[in-house]
T-cell receptor, first 114, second 113 residues
Framework: GAGVSQSPSNKVTEKGKDVELRCDPI?????LYWYRQRLGQGLEFLIY????????KSGLPSDRFSAERTGESVSTLTIQRTQQEDSAVYLC????????????FGPGTRLLVL | AQSVAQPEDQVNVAEGNPLTVKCTYS??????LFWYVQYPNRGLQFLLK??????LVKGSYGFEAEFNKSQTSFHLKKPSALVSDSALYFC???????????FGKGTTLSVSS
């Protein structure tokens, strides 16, 4: 079946502009996660959605970052007033509910802030 | 605090030889441990996980990992390496809240022919 998809695959923007990244999870997966991967580093957790529960936003680095998800479908990650340090690959993952469930990752969006 | 350590930035092995990629963790309670692989310009692919039960976990592409509670380790192994195994490998542990994975910094595996 179809995996997690993300768009755009690449995004180049100017410092100070807003960007919106999109994630389509695997059908039937109730949990959705956003991570950031800076060059040469591991993944940093950003935000977690589970069904209609309040999201875990504890990983968002600043109030310039926000994310939304409607039900168990598409999610968008928005970065306002982008800074050069926001340049990274943004990865989305989804899973069935449950702490032990495997997270399946999308191909990521590579963001470059000039 | 929960954390994952991958002490080696790079592991080099000759094709056909056994390989080990090391991982240690620090977490309260029972750990849920994962290994992922990342090929260039691609997302992460799941290899295997330990939740409970047998300490030796078998996964995709002939990889296996051994959970050692006393040493708080979860090393990734393969009996015979292939050139195509060359990639970036990440160890991860589920956070205490159950809302995210905590990743190590990754280990680059290079298999030479």
């Amino acid at each position: 079946g179809a995996g997690v998809s993300q768009s755009p695959s690449n995004k180049v923007t100017e410092k100070g502009k807003d960007v919106e990244l999109r994630c389509d999870p695997i059908s039937g997966h109730t949990a959705l996660y956003w991570y950031r991967q800076r060059l040469g580093q591991g993944l940093e957790f950003l935000i977690y959605f589970q069904g209609n529960s309040a999201p875990d936003k504890s990983g968002l680095p600043s109030d310039r970052f926000s994310a939304e998800r409607t039900g168990e479908s598409v999610s968008t990650l928005t970065i306002q007033r982008t800074q050069q340090e926001d340049s990274a690959v943004y990865l989305c993952a989804s899973s069935f509910t449950g702490e032990w469930e495997t997270q399946y990752f999308g191909p990521g969006t590579r963001l470059l802030v000039l | 605090a929960q954390s994952v350590a991958q002490p080696e930035d790079q592991v080099n092995v000759a094709e056909g030889n056994p390989l080990t990629v090391k991982c240690t963790y620090s977490v309260s309670g029972n750990p849920y441990l994962f290994w992922y692989v990342q090929y260039p310009n691609r997302g992460l692919q799941f290899l295997l996980k330990y939740i409970t039960g047998d300490n030796l976990v078998k996964g995709s592409y002939g990889f296996e990992a051994e959970f050692n509670k006393s040493q708080t380790s979860f090393h990734l192994k393969k009996p015979s390496a292939l050139v195509s195994d060359s990639a970036l490998y990440f160890c991860a542990v589920r956070n205490q809240a159950g809302t995210a994975l905590i990743f190590g910094k990754g280990t680059t595996l290079s298999v030479s022919s």
